[in-house]
DNA sequence: GTAATAGTGAAGTGATTGCTTGACTATTCC
DNA sequence: GGAATAGTCAAGCAATCACTTCACTATTAC
């Protein structure tokens, strides 16, 4: 579940796509296909990408599988990028502090 | 400048390194090609991606690029995926609240 | 002026990727 | 039992992508 892997999967539009379904509530593979006009083999490629970065879980009951957001994921996502910024940022407020 | 413009860029590795090397200051086109191991070319290339997404800004003084990190790109990414983990924590919240 | 430095542009290449089709395996419904 | 549903696996394909080389244009240094 490293940054690295998560900003991977994510930047591609369809699995954006997926998480922002996702995010609405959990959905079956099918259901994740239909609105996205894709095959359900598309979808469960993405999907396994999706788990492994860790921002996706999914567990199979019966026939269909149901997938849920893991927010714990995307939170690695969010520090990484939060991190630059605010290095990069800390350092504008030094150079502010030089004006002054 | 739109989430999902900065999320296709940071999704490759090589402009997470050059994202991470501006995020501890400024830098010159050739000096972020050298610890990456790639031609100028390449950086060029990258950071026309990186530009164009709005996390990097850069101008031109006599011969060489100075590059910066825009911190109101890399602020959009961090919206969007905050959003989606929001959405998905707060269903968690209510679901939370019917068990109670 | 000449030489070295910093970067840009065009063209090509090999690898990756997103998606499809077709065949197959459960599971549920009648 | 048989038919429909939900998903998976293996191959294959077209397009994109990250990178290179080579040629070229400023700018700076001697």
Known sequence: MSAAQVLDALGDPTRRAIVEQLSRGPCSVSALAEPLGITVTAVGQHLRVLEGSGVVAS????????CRLEPAGLAAAERWIGNCRLLWESRLDRLGDLLD
Do not use: A, Y
């Not at 567990?59 to 149901?66: H, M, Q, V």
């Open 59 to 66: 567990e199979k009951l019966g026939r269909t599988r149901t």
